[in-house]
Structure formats: C-alpha cells, structure tokens
C-alpha cells in the first residue's frame, strides 16, 4: 500500500475526532440558546467564502469553469437547505430525531432519481428504501408520543406543541427533499462540466452571503448574547473574551478543517472507506446527541435506528463490498503462497 493510500485511512480516524469537535460546539451553542443556528451557519459560510476568495479565486482573477449562473442555482437549493434544516430545531424537534431523519437522504435521492433521471435500481435497493422509510417513521412516531407525553400546561398548550412539531417535521422533510434535488443537479452539472470541488465550496458559501440579510435582525441579537456570555481567559492570546464567541470560532474552524478533510477523503479514498466514515459518523453523532442533551430515547428508537442503518449498508452494499476486499485478498495469498 503506497503513502498516498495509507495518508487517507488515517486521516479517516482524525475525521471522526474534527467531527465530535464541531458536534460537542454546535450542542454547546444548541443548549445555551437553541435559536442560534442563523449565526453559527453565517460564521460558517462567511470563512470558507474568505478562505475561497483568497486562495481557490486568487482575489476573483480566476474565472470559473462552471458558468456563475448554474451555481446561483445549486446555492439557492444549499441555502435553503441549511436554513431550514437549523431553524427546524426551533419547532420541538429533539436532535436525535434530526440525524436520523437526514438519514433518509438517500431514499429521496433514490425517488428523485427515478421521477426526474428515469433510473432503475436493483432489488436491494429497492429493499433498503424500505428499511430506512420504516426506520425513520418508527423514529418519528415514538417522538410524536414523546411530544404529546411531555407537553405540559392546559391541552391548548399540548396542541399547541405538537403542531409546532408537525411544522418542524414537514420543514425536515422539504430540506431532505430539496437536498436530493440539488445532489441530482449537482451530478448533471458534474457531467456536463467536470468536478471542480474547490471551486463548488467557495460559490456555495459566497453567493448565499447576500441572503443573510434577511436574517440579519436575528443574527444582530445573538451576537448580542454571545457578547454578553461569560468571559474566559484565552492564555494563548492573553485576554479574555465570551465563552460562546470561542465555542463559535472553534465550530467555523473544525467545520472548514473537516470539510475539506472529506473532499480529500472522496477523492483520494474508495467509495467503500467513505461509506464507512459516513455511517459510523451519523451513528457516533446520533449517540452523542442522546448522552448531551439526555434526550428520552426508547427501545423503539433504538429499533427505528438499527433499521435507518442497516437499510444505508444494504444500500451502499457495504457487505458485498467487503466480501470482495476479503476474497482479493485471500486470492493474493494464495499466489504468494504458490
């Protein structure tokens, strides 16, 4: 195995450790004031557009590959996604329930897919659509109960609690729906124009700056709470700032850090290692969010899950996968052996 092939395997487990550092601020964020997902996304967006401005455009001097006016498109669609997909956490959905309905991405790029690009698949995944369609309804029923369950006031109240809730679940579903559009006008574009990575990460953080504005009176009011947050002590630089201003430069750093760690992860990496990082970070991910926020999470959570799961390995045919890596290898011993 050369060093170009062992550099991304490692690089796979220090993916996982940049990962949990931009889960463990976002919960921080996420607990202190559960509406600040306009701030953290803008933060986000705004450094990876600087970064791309400077070092992918060389100061806007390099012209893009990909006509300007395909990009408006597919960063109308990510903007509209990252939106809704953070402000649906202000409508009673627990976190859990968030990852594992994002889970369901596949599915829906699997029915765009057929409807819009006239594809056919094979048996197998035709079963896993149902396996991860079971899971994520098993999932999201349980929490309805929990949403009836813990309401607490008159019954007005309760109602009122739970048709947030279904608000909050039919904006997930337009985000899961809207993303797997844009994965299907990505792949179209990608055919057509070649894959430029670099260039897709700095158009798709830069062009949707405009429409923070929009967002800017909630923007301007969390940056007020985070102003107001406790101070600490930086040693590194020698002063002292609020807590949540740092939890936000740590998130906007890991998050660009494993950002590109997985653009170099996809295109130096089988499909199968990526498939693996991917899984095991969504369940990882899932884990975590339920010890943090000790969300309630039944035995049918926990069966709705392990079939979001196994439904995403039967599709990705993980296992087949496997069994050829196994059998390639055994075939090489035995040619060593002669």
């Known amino acids: 195995m050369t060093l170009q092939k062992r550099f991304p395997l490692k690089l796979n487990f220090a993916l996982q450790i940049i990962f949990h ?18 701030i953290v996304t803008f933060a986000q967006f705004l450094f990876i557009a600087l970064e791309g ?24 669609m990510f903007f509209t996604v990252s939106v809704i997909n953070n402000y649906a956490l202000n409508f009673n959905i627990a976190m859990p329930l968030h990852m594992i309905f994002r889970s369901g991405s596949l599915i829906a790029n699997m029915i765009l897919g057929i409807i819009i690009l006239k594809k056919r698949y094979s048996a197998s995944k035709y079963l896993s659509i149902a396996l991860v369609s079971a899971g994520i309804f098993i999932c999201t029923i349980m929490s ?69 504005l ?48 997985v653009f170099i992860l996809t295109t130096e990496c089988a499909s199968l290692t990526v498939t693996l990082v991917v899984t095991l970070r969504k369940f990882l991910s899932l884990i975590f969010s339920i010890i ?10 926990w069966v709705g899950t392990a079939v979001v799961f196994l439904g995403t390995l039967l599709y990705t045919e993980v296992w087949s996968s496997v069994q050829a890596a196994l059998r390639g290898a055994d075939a090489k011993q035995q040619k060593k052996a002669e």
């Open 21 to 38: 550092y931009v889960l463990i601020s976002v919960f921080v964020f996420f607990r202190e004031f559960p509406g600040c997902g306009n």
């Open 53 to 76: 401005f400077i070092f992918e455009t060389k100061f806007g001097r390099k012209k893009p590959a990909i006509p300007v006016s395909n990009y408006v498109i597919m960063v109308t």
């Open 144 to 212: 309805a109960k929990q949403v009836n369950v813990s309401s607490e006031g008159s019954e007005d109240q309760g109602f009122y609690a739970f048709i947030r809730w279904l608000i909050g679940i039919a904006m997930l579903t337009f985000a899961l729906l809207m993303s797997a559009r844009m994965g299907i006008f990505q792949e179209t574009l990608y055919k057509q124009y070649g894959k430029h990575s670099k260039e897709a990460l700095f158009y798709n953080h830069c062009l949707p700056l405009p429409g923070f």
């Open 214 to 261: 929009l967002l800017a009176s909630d923007i301007y009011n969390h940056c007020i709470h985070f102003s107001q947050s406790t101070p600490v002590f930086v040693p590194v630089v020698g002063f002292s700032a609020p807590i949540l201003w740092i939890y936000l430069l740590i998130n906007v750093i890991t998050q660009y850090v494993c950002i590109r760690g």
């Open 292 to 301: 943090y926020f000790q969300n309630p999470f039944t035995a049918w959570h």
